[in-house]
């Protein structure tokens, strides 16, 4: 049997071991192997070399002991050449950043660059000069570093066409994608979408970038008043002082291809609202609206302290400029996907989701909905004299209520399945009214039932007249868009056998369309139902300005009737106008008390699906 080794007196006595005897199984070539060299140690090398310290040695063939010897734990295998492998890698990678920082500083890239249209692909195309037409541009700062904002020509038209907005806004994400692949030195995959407040670094607004010289800021500085005074609220002088341009702005154009006049003003309610949550002061602009100027039917929204800055300067996106322009062209880019994914509130199910969204309308109805004296003057007395009928002779048994029904038919059909292709029949309506009026009262109250009144608004006038309504009252009688056969009726002949001025009437057969809009004001020659795309880059003529004017003060005091009287408001969903009046009732009122009755299937109030 072979005589049992024992470890510590092998390293103290190496000596004696070498010269004794030769055996294999404690021959120092195995030492050597476990601190990585080949060949057999000298007794000295054994005693004095420091590799002891990197590796320790092979376990003893003995059963492991308990507790560690000397208390310290085992160190880790090659720590030492893995602490200096990593300090050089880590200095030769600072110098290759110096010496890729020095290089860039002697030679920067492209002083401007901007977004040249190519069918449906963009490209940056490199030059010294800026072009003449409104677009993306890409600047650098003296130390080459790249940067990117919108360079509108100061003497261009404004507003833009609502093709340059949405132009610019597909070209600012390429730009902005081009400019942060400039950045990191190579194309990266990036994100489908940023969240609705994302501020890209690499964005120069257009004041900053005048500051620094790279746009013509001097140039720019020209005169507002040349701007035939379309941006509502531009004050230049009060007195003899002049306003300062805000901080920030948003400036909302009235300006559109649809020929409604609910999504705009949904639109416009809700962008008040961004505007004053963001700290923006508001203006509008209604030098291209097709029904004319803001003030012959609205009263002038409030103005702001300061004046509106260069009309170079509104820039449509990115959503964090210090000065947005506001249309239906890009409008699913304020109010797309993004804002809903900001503004919803996720803590809530169904339509209180919605309601921070319904708060911003809700503030811009109160600001801005306030219509122009004659009209106001006449919804006024009209609310007093629909309130009055409701009162009861004795107080005590309370008052009756107001259902007010409101009837789209023309070119917007239902969401409900069945009706999609039609319209919603009348006698859900007025079944719906009285179901109503019944759960009021629960037939406990008859003489509030009978001081009770229903009202209608439609752009069908057929519907007044139609048997379900036979007891209802028009919300307004002050303009009427008669149908074709009351549109005939000879003019009323004074005593002095001179025909006595009436108003024409507009002849609104079967309801709101898009193409009979367009048609109003043209020649008798042109059919009124002629199928033709409207033009809406030639000026209307004074007839058509008048002529859609009536269809927008109509509108517009249904709208005011009915969501400031009715106490419960019957109406599909589907119409902008039936959610309109949702926020004219208020939340409380419409949502939480149940005011809003909506009878096209099972949908709830929404905000516009851009």
């Not at 190496?14 to 050597?32: C, E, H, Q, V, W």
């Not at 902005?176 to 979408?193: C, I, M, N, P, Q």
């Not at 409030?302 to 400029?321: D, F, K, S, Y």
């Amino acid at each position: 049997m072979p005589p049992t080794l024992d470890l510590a007196n092998t390293y103290s006595h190496a000596d004696m071991i070498l010269s004794s005897r030769n055996s294999p199984r404690i021959s120092l070539r195995k030492a050597g192997s476990y601190n990585g060299e080949k060949g057999p140690l000298s007794s000295t090398s054994s005693r004095f070399s420091f590799n002891h310290l990197v590796a320790s040695p092979p376990p003893s063939p003995s059963l492991p002991a308990l507790v560690p010897r000397h208390g310290k734990p085992v160190p880790a295998h090659n720590s030492r050449k893995y602490l200096r492998g990593l300090l050089w890698l880590s200095g030769v990678l600072v110098i290759l950043y110096f010496g890729v920082t020095t290089l860039r500083l002697h030679h920067p890239i492209e002083a401007v660059g901007w977004a040249a249209n190519s069918g449906n692909q963009y490209e940056m195309v490199g030059d010294t000069e800026l072009p003449d037409f409104p677009t993306p541009v890409v600047v650098t700062d003296k130390r080459g570093r790249a940067k990117w904002t919108v360079s509108i020509p100061p003497d261009h038209e404004f507003p833009l066409d609502p093709k340059q907005y949405a132009e610019i806004c597909s070209q600012n994400k390429e730009v902005a994608t081009h400019v942060a692949d400039l950045h990191s030195h190579k194309h990266r995959e990036h994100a489908a979408h940023f969240g609705y407040y994302h501020v890209d670094p690499n964005f120069m607004d257009v004041a900053e970038a005048e500051a620094h010289g790279l746009l013509p800021g001097p140039k720019a500085k020209t005169s507002m008043k040349g701007q035939d005074g379309s941006v509502i609220g531009d004050s230049t002088d009060d007195g003899l002082i002049v306003a300062d341009v805000c901080e920030k702005s948003m400036t909302f154009v009235l300006e559109t291809h649809d020929a409604g006049l609910g999504k705009t003003l949904m639109m416009l309610w809700t962008a008040y609202g961004l505007a004053k949550k963001e700290g923006r002061e508001f203006f509008i602009d209604d030098s291209r609206w097709v029904y004319g100027k803001f003030t012959k039917l609205f009263q002038p929204p409030p103005i702001p302290g300061c004046r509106p800055p260069p009309r170079h300067e509104m820039l449509p996106c990115p959503r964090h400029a210090r000065h947005l322009a506001v249309s239906a062209a890009n409008a699913g880019h304020i109010f797309g996907g993004a804002f809903n994914e900001a503004f919803e509130d996720a803590r809530k199910m169904e339509v209180y989701r919605q309601k921070p969204i319904f708060n911003l309308a809700r503030q811009g109805y109160e600001a801005l909905f306030n219509l122009s004296g004659e009209d106001q003057q006449y919804v006024d007395k009209r609310l007093a004299e629909l309130k009055s009928k409701t009162k009861l002779p004795t107080t005590e048994n309370g008052h009756g209520i107001v259902i007010g029904v409101h009837v789209r038919h023309g070119d917007r059909h239902p969401f409900e399945f069945q009706y999609k292709d039609s319209y919603v029949p009348l006698d859900r309506y007025s079944d719906k009214a009285r179901e109503l009026l019944h759960n009021a009262y629960k037939g406990q109250n008859k003489e509030a039932e009978e001081h009770s009144l229903t009202i209608v608004a439609s752009d069908d006038s057929d519907v007044y007249s139609a048997e379900e309504f036979a007891q209802a009252s028009r919300a307004q009688e002050q303009i009427r868009l008669a149908s074709k056969q009351y549109s005939k009726t000879p003019k009323p002949v004074g005593s002095n056998g001179m025909r006595n001025f009436v108003a024409e009437s507009v002849g609104w057969e079967g309801g709101f369309f898009a193409r009979m809009f367009w048609s109003l004001g043209k020649p008798s020659s042109v059919p009124v139902t002629a199928i033709e795309a409207p033009d809406t880059k030639l000026p209307p003529t004074e007839e058509a300005l008048r002529l859609r004017e009536l269809v927008g003060r109509a509108y517009l005091m249904d709208l005011a009737v009915l969501g400031q009287a009715s106490d419960k408001v019957i109406c599909t969903v589907s119409a902008m106008g039936c959610r309109l009046l949702a926020v004219m009732m208020g939340w409380e009122k419409a949502i939480e008390k149940d005011g809003f009755v909506n009878i096209d299937g099972d949908f709830e109030w929404r905000h516009v699906s851009w």
